[in-house]
């Protein structure tokens, strides 16, 4: 195999991840970052498909500490230091502006869904301060070239290889490497040195986003049950979970973490907004969210931020292109939606395993990466697509529930195939099968018709949804007398293994490569 130096710009937890890969390919990779660690950074709740990610590392590659980190009570065991949440589930509330939050038994404004059967499997919220400083020092003691503090500015490509210029703290830069990788974020260092066009065109969905950490979050079931809110129990304690509470003018998202401080933002549509909100500070726009809305008011009634209350400007970017001759963008280079259902980490991972099974083959490396490319911007789109539904279905939670059944239709098949499944036919791997269904053709059928459903609204909307999901739904969803909470069914995996191409036999032998079975 040809030795590759490869220069990985952006050392958050991908950056780093990929450049052990490399290093225990033999390559030579180059960790460069503008900054420091440990850091302040966003983009902290993980799903099961980012642990099947985590764990096929981990065998591929040696990196036990991925395993950890794919397991909440591994991750306590093994990484006690590295700070994080527990994280059981997908729960989520609507909100009237004005009035204190209501649910009755049938849960006509509450939806629980459940991603692992009990907390030992269960997934968690990543205090990603700790996390990318933890991946960061074992990609340095694992004999990763690393450059902190280091501003690049510029790169020029040569006949066989590339330079990379720019400063480190006064001094010129100037390096050398086979191919660039370039985790930097969305709109970062190569979208500025190629240059690369931001390519949003067509795309109507425009939020901002308001947010910091904050201490002493009184737990929302305290506050909603104390003023008439019938929450009964579902699968897991509500707030153990990715909680997201619905909006008029968008919706906030609670991730809770073990040492007593949540990450709180609120994803803000502006042209949903009064004038006068738009043109508040942040901490002013903030206070005005919770003033309109009660429960969320006394729910934050003592909390302090760890930090001042920020605000990003538009979140939605896309760059022109995700990789070229000796060049490639991580996901988050190349494009981001939302924060909705939480799929940021997973898509990270599952470019990373890409990635080190195109650079496994170095001597054809450049049409591995422009396959890379091309599925990462087909993803791009199949993720627009879930996301933006989404949003224009919160104003009834009615079809906001129901639409949500395609999003984890596809999730959960995902996991029950790559699970119980070999792998793909024509000797592929799953890394290339296209990230939550992007190429599959019955998910991306699901996710158009259930699209035109949120347009339409009819009275049957979830008997609808239930209809266009059945092909992949291997999880019991939309189901009336669940009364909107899911648990981890395998029953129902049983019930629907014709799916999977397995029988019920097969199934149950195989149940054990489920999390938490074995």
Request: charge should be neutral; glycine fraction near 8%.
């Amino acid at each position: 195999m040809r030795r590759l130096r490869v220069a990985i710009v952006g050392s958050g937890f991908a950056g780093s991840m990929l450049a052990r890969v490399l290093r225990r390919q033999g390559h030579e990779p180059l960790l460069v970052d503008r900054g420091t660690h440990p850091r302040f950074a966003l983009g902290e709740s993980s799903t099961p498909l980012a642990s099947i990610c985590l764990e096929r590392l981990a065998d591929r590659y040696g990196l036990e500490d991925l395993r950890h980190l794919a397991a909440y009570e591994q991750w306590l065991a093994h990484m006690p230091e590295v700070r994080r949440g527990l994280k059981r589930g997908f729960t989520f509330y609507r909100h009237t502006p004005g009035i204190p939050f209501v649910n009755d038994a049938n849960n006509s404004h509450r939806l629980l869904v459940a991603a692992s059967p009990h907390d030992a499997v269960a997934d968690s919220h990543w205090l990603r301060e700790d996390v990318d400083h933890f991946q960061v020092e074992r990609a340095v003691a694992e004999g990763v070239e690393f450059l902190d503090r280091t501003v690049l500015s510029a790169v020029e490509f040569g006949a066989r290889t590339l330079r990379l210029t720019g400063a480190r703290e006064g001094r010129a830069v100037s390096l050398t490497a086979d191919l660039v990788i370039d985790g930097s974020g969305v709109g970062g260092f190569l979208a500025h040195a190629l240059p690369l066009a931001d390519r949003l065109d067509g795309v109507r969905l425009a939020t901002h986003l308001v947010f910091s950490h904050f201490r002493c979050v009184r737990p929302f079931e305290e506050i909603a049950t104390a003023t008439g809110a019938t929450l009964e129990p579902g699968p897991y304690p509500d707030g153990r979970a990715a909680v997201h509470h619905l909006l008029d003018e968008g919706w906030m998202y609670v991730l809770p973490f073990d040492h007593g401080v949540a990450s709180v933002g609120i994803v803000v549509e502006p042209r949903a907004l009064p004038p006068f909100a738009a043109a508040l500070a942040p901490a002013d726009l903030w206070q005005w969210f919770l003033d309109r809305y009660p429960t969320l008011r006394d729910q934050f009634a003592g909390a302090e931020p760890t930090r001042p209350i920020a605000r990003l400007p538009r979140l939605q970017r896309r760059m022109a292109r995700a990789s070229g001759d000796r060049w490639a963008l991580l996901p988050h280079a190349y494009a981001f939606w939302s924060p909705l259902f939480s799929t940021g980490i997973a898509w990270s991972l599952v470019a990373i395993e890409r990635l080190g099974l195109a650079f496994e083959r170095a001597e054809n490396i450049a049409e591995a990466l422009g396959a890379y490319g091309t599925l990462l911007e087909t993803e791009a789109e199949h993720l627009l697509a879930v996301v933006d539904a989404a949003y224009r279905a919160r104003f009834d939670f009615d079809v906001f529930a129901s639409y949500s059944y395609v999003y984890f239709a596809a999730a959960s098949y995902g996991e029950a195939a790559q699970r119980l499944l070999p792998a793909p036919r024509g000797g592929g791997a799953w890394a290339w099968q296209g990230f939550l269904g992007a190429t599959d053709p019955e998910i991306r059928r699901m996710v158009s018709g259930c699209a035109a459903l949120v347009e339409a609204r009819p009275a049957d909307c979830e008997a609808r949804v239930r209809d266009l999901i059945a092909s992949r739904n291997v999880a019991g969803l939309a189901d009336v007398t669940r009364r909107r909470m899911y648990p981890v069914d395998l029953d129902a995996l049983v019930a629907q293994c014709g799916l999977l191409g397995l029988d019920a036999t097969a199934v149950r032998a195989a149940l054990p490569r489920l999390r938490g079975y074995g």
